[in-house]
């Protein structure tokens, strides 16, 4: 639970928000006030800043900016994307070959 603390407070500042607050969001999110204090005096003593978090960090390959972890690619939606493509440019090419067919009669 302590790391998990860790890992938010320190995610927390690196996109500049005060670990005060970043605590207090921990505490009213449900979180043992002592553990939210504990890790907070941890990290800002450094004590826990680099061996606890850095284990605790997800891997992520793509070594995206924010540190998150990388959700895999949703294919279903990309598949009903293509099939929607295809079903409109089957009907806008039905619509001007039946335009075409009454122009020319």
Excluded: C, H
Aim: hydrophobic share 40%; net charge neutral.
């Amino acid at each position: 639970m302590r790391e998990e603390i860790l890992y938010g407070l320190k995610n927390a500042m690196q996109r500049g928000t005060p670990v005060e607050l970043a605590m207090q969001s921990f505490i009213n999110a449900g979180y043992s006030e002592a553990d939210v204090k504990e890790a907070g005096e941890s990290l800002m003593s450094g004590t826990g800043s680099v061996t606890e978090i850095i284990r605790v960090m997800p891997e992520n390959k793509e070594n995206n900016k924010n540190n998150l972890p990388v959700l895999p690619k949703n294919k279903s939606g990309r598949k009903w994307t293509i099939i929607l493509i295809i079903i409109g440019v089957t009907v806008f090419s039905a619509g001007i070959y039946s335009i075409y067919y009454l122009i020319n009669q």
